[in-house]
């Protein structure tokens, strides 16, 4: 069931909007024109309420993503265009570089950062894109995480959409028959040249648990105090 008591009182359209607006994080970004973004939407009560990572791996992730940003500036400056993003520990490594020596360095420093438990090296040694596909690659995210909130059959705060190149990577705890819904409507949306999934798979029995802990608490009125 999607939340919707933080959107009273507002059109049914603009919730979507608003959501999804919400929604569009995606890691840390390294570039020349903007050298450090940091997705907001993940200290939303939205987004920490149904991420189903535990409020400490969220944190966890979140450090990694700046410690990670922080190091790879510090030696490679603005010669490099990289996003960090961690799901459960886990790194995708997008972006372009040079060289692949630079490469392969990112990809060290990144491995060595506290709390990194695996990685995925998405990096391409090219120039980097202009700001017209850069803008283009943030209209395809939030097109591919709007038609997640409208799915009726998945939770949209779950997956992690992260877009470079039209190319859409797909992070999140999952089951196989979300994976798939998921992949479906990813690659419905326009603009999209390739899906690629990074999902850790959960059974239906995860999923079931995962919602009755995140369910909100019962409230009942005790009445009037006996005197």
Same mark, same amino acid.
């Given at each position: 069931m999607k939340n919707k008591s933080c959107f009273l009182g507002v059109s049914a359209w603009a919730q979507r909007g608003l959501l999804a607006a919400a929604l569009v994080s995606g890691g840390v970004s390294l570039t020349a024109c903007a050298p450090l973004v940091v997705g907001a939407a993940l200290g939303t009560t939205v987004m920490v309420a149904s991420d189903r990572r535990t409020s400490g791996t969220q944190l966890e992730d979140q450090n990694i993503e700046l410690k990670a940003a922080a190091r790879i500036r510090e030696r490679y400056l603005d010669s490099v265009r990289v996003t960090v993003t961690s799901y459960n520990r886990? &790194?995708?490594?997008?972006g372009e570089v040079p060289a692949e020596s630079v490469r392969a360095g990112v990809v060290d420093i990144v491995s060595k950062v506290e709390n990194v438990k695996g990685w995925h090296n998405e990096l391409a040694v090219a120039t980097s894109p202009s700001l017209t596909q850069r803008s283009g690659d943030s209209l &395809?995210? +939030?097109r591919v995480k709007s038609a997640f &909130? =409208? +799915?009726? =059959?998945l939770s949209a705060n779950a997956i992690k959409v992260v877009t470079d190149r039209g190319i859409v990577y797909l992070m999140g705890r999952l089951t196989p028959r979300e994976i798939n819904r998921a992949t479906e409507i990813a690659r419905s949306i326009n603009g999209v040249r390739q899906v690629v999934r990074l999902f850790e798979t959960i059974s239906e029995d995860d999923l079931r648990r995962l919602q009755a802990e995140n369910a909100p608490a019962q409230v009942r009125d005790g009445g009037d105090a006996k005197r």
């Open positions: 886990v &790194v995708l490594i997008s &395809v995210t +939030a &909130v =409208d +799915a009726q =059959d």
